[in-house]
């Protein structure tokens, strides 16, 4: 989505270390079965060929126990919700904080989780210095650029061989199809998507290359135009491999349409799908009617990914209403995760739970 909760990063590396964020505990690594007496999530993916993952907050993951031991124990995959964004990791031009990342891949390592990387080119959370010196104009078109490549190519290099995909170009279609007007467009011009994949994939030739957007599940305008995009751009030798849907939904609206055909028509091209932000809201109060229909819209989106052979990444976009970022964006709406404040279990975990058996 467009907007997401900002952590401290500053000093967060000294303060994951202090908190143990990059050694693995016995109660932290999946060893079968959780506290529980039931098969973590991710057991039940690696049994149905599955990534199972979550976005990551990481003032949360160095602060809260609860919330690092379950990130480690059920997860297989995880995603950066803000430490790998551009105005996080150059702040300043030149001056780079790679601490939150630094200590987000390392966590991932030593749980024996992959990581995604998200997201190298948006039109949001850019850094102030880039945004003002294209708006005063003391940064042209062919500086910018330059230094979006340099971007690019400094953020994957760093990371080669540690990302097992790439949210390469986010966000960049609007709902009727058109390109979304971002000083990319207006500056570079449409080659600037072509670009970014072909500087990402020199940078690291083995990483899956994704585009990525919200409300583009079923077949609609917008998923039309990624999937003429992705042909045209294919066609040409550009390494577009993957089809990122974010999945950020809400009951209200209802269910989007032919979410299987559209993965299907994006694997007839030859690409890797795989759900990267899900979460469904809703207006709150919750009652159970409302956590029943949740349920059936995870269980709906995951069913349509292990139904497909070019998904193997599922990401729900945060796993607890303690840390998510809906409340913040969308007044009176919320409880959009798999688990409450408190961590317990809603209907929709056991909606996961048992889609993940059930796909084995």
């Not at 066609?235 to 993957?242: I, S």
């Amino acid at each position: 989505m467009k907007y997401f909760r900002m952590p401290l990063v500053g000093l967060l590396s000294a303060t994951l270390l202090a908190a143990g964020v990059g050694t693995a505990t016995a109660d932290e690594t999946p060893q079968g079965f959780g506290r529980s007496g039931t098969a973590p999530l991710r057991a039940l993916a690696d049994r149905a060929g599955l990534r199972i993952g979550t976005a990551v907050d990481m003032a949360a993951l160095a602060d809260d126990e609860a919330y690092r031991r379950t990130t480690g124990r059920e997860f297989n995959s995880v995603t950066a919700e803000n430490v790998m964004k551009w105005e996080v990791v150059e702040p300043a031009r030149g001056t780079y904080d790679w601490s939150g990342a630094d200590a987000l891949v390392r966590f991932a390592r030593e749980r024996g989780q992959v990581v995604r990387g998200h997201t190298l080119v948006w039109h949001s959370q850019l850094p102030g210095w880039l945004t003002a010196g294209v708006a005063d104009g003391s940064i042209g078109a062919e500086e910018l650029r330059g230094i979006l490549r340099k971007h690019v190519t400094t953020e994957v290099n760093r990371y080669k061989g540690k990302i097992q995909q790439w949210d390469v170009v986010n966000e960049v279609f609007e709902e009727d199809g058109s390109l979304r007007n971002s000083i990319w467009l207006q500056k570079l011009g449409p080659s600037y998507i072509a670009d970014a994949f072909r500087w990402a994939h020199s940078a690291d030739p083995k990483a899956k290359l994704f585009l990525n957007d919200y409300n583009v599940e079923g077949v609609n305008a917008k998923s039309t135009a990624y999937y003429d995009l992705a042909k045209r751009l294919r066609a040409e030798g550009v390494p577009v491999q993957g089809f990122g849907i974010q999945g950020h939904l809400a009951i209200q609206y209802g269910f989007p349409g032919d979410v299987p055909g559209n993965l299907a028509r994006f694997e007839r091209l030859g690409m890797q799908t795989a759900f990267t932000e899900v979460d469904v809201r809703m207006i709150l109060p919750v009652d159970e009617e409302k956590l029943a229909t949740q349920a059936t819209y995870f269980r709906r989106l995951l069913d349509a990914c292990l139904g497909a052979r070019s998904c193997r990444s599922f990401t729900v976009w945060g796993f607890t209403d303690k840390y998510s970022w809906v409340p913040g964006v969308f007044a009176g709406q919320g409880a959009a995760t798999l688990t409450g404040e408190d961590f317990g279990r809603k209907p929709a975990h056991g909606a996961v739970r048992e889609g993940l058996a059930e796909g084995r």
